[in-house]
T-cell receptor, first 116, second 115 residues
Framework: GAVVSQHPSRVICKSGTSVKIECRSL??????MFWYRQFPKQSLMLMAT?????????EQGVEKDKFLINHASLTLSTLTVTSAHPEDSSFYIC????????????FGPGTRLLVL | AQSVAQPEDQVNVAEGNPLTVKCTYS??????LFWYVQYPNRGLQFLLK??????LVKGSYGFEAEFNKSQTSFHLKKPSALVSDSALYFC?????????????FGKGTKLSVIP
């Protein structure tokens, strides 16, 4: 149980294009999902908190117009990196909290984004 | 504000020996404490958590951790290390008093188990 998937697992795009990353909770309903960014050999940096049916809450320094988050259902949140630039290249990880047992965050496998 | 410290960037241990990965935390209220493991180019896998109750928590793959309130520590342990345990380990804390589900992560400790 408590499986979170992400798609795609890796993506290469040209500078200036937009990329959408999906995060799904496969066997539970997630009231809250989180989006993290991880730089090489570093810890996770929380980007935003996504609540189903409401606007995402962004951490300080994260551009909400650049990183669009949509949490349209209890099992799906999407992160769209708009007008991507090489500095957006990173490993993006989502996590979800089971509404039945809101104690543990379960993480997706991550998405490797490379912007050329 | 809550914080987590993992004082060791890297821990090396011989296969079959016991291992310890250290973690200390700081919260204003009562803590929820977690350990996650990350293999290369993968997301985080949940290992174990402390919410309340018994201070010794047992988790996946033979790992356990002991909550020590007086020392504000939550060290991860395993009696006999396997080469397959080699990975990056993250300790995380959630402050119950903060009214948020957000986790604060330590910087991670790379565990290398030597055959």
């Amino acid at each position: 149980g408590a499986v979170v998937s992400q798609h795609p697992s890796r993506v290469i795009c040209k500078s200036g294009t937009s990329v959408k990353i999906e995060c799904r909770s496969l066997d539970f309903q997630a009231t809250t999902m989180f989006w993290y960014r991880q730089f090489p050999k570093q810890s996770l940096m929380l980007m935003a908190t996504s609540n189903e049916g409401s606007k995402a809450t962004y951490e300080q320094g994260v551009e909400k117009d650049k990183f669009l988050i949509n949490h349209a259902s209890l099992t799906l949140s999407t992160l769209t990196v708009t007008s991507a630039h090489p500095e957006d290249s990173s490993f993006y990880i989502c996590s979800a909290i089971d509404r039945q047992s809101a104690e543990t965050q379960y993480f997706g496998p991550g998405t490797r984004l490379l912007v050329l | 504000a809550q914080s987590v410290a993992q004082p060791e960037d890297q821990v090396n241990v011989a296969e079959g020996n016991p291992l310890t990965v250290k973690c200390t935390y700081s919260v204003s209220g009562n803590p929820y404490l977690f350990w996650y493991v990350q293999y290369p180019n993968r997301g985080l896998q949940f290992l174990l958590k402390y919410i309340t109750g018994d201070n010794l928590v047992k988790g996946s793959y033979g790992f356990e951790a002991e909550f020590n309130k007086s020392q504000t520590s939550f060290h991860l342990k395993k009696p006999s290390a396997l080469v397959s345990d080699s990975a990056l380990y993250f300790c995380a804390v959630r402050d119950l008093g903060a009214g948020s589900y957000q986790l604060t992560f330590g910087k991670g400790t790379k565990l290398s188990v030597i055959p």
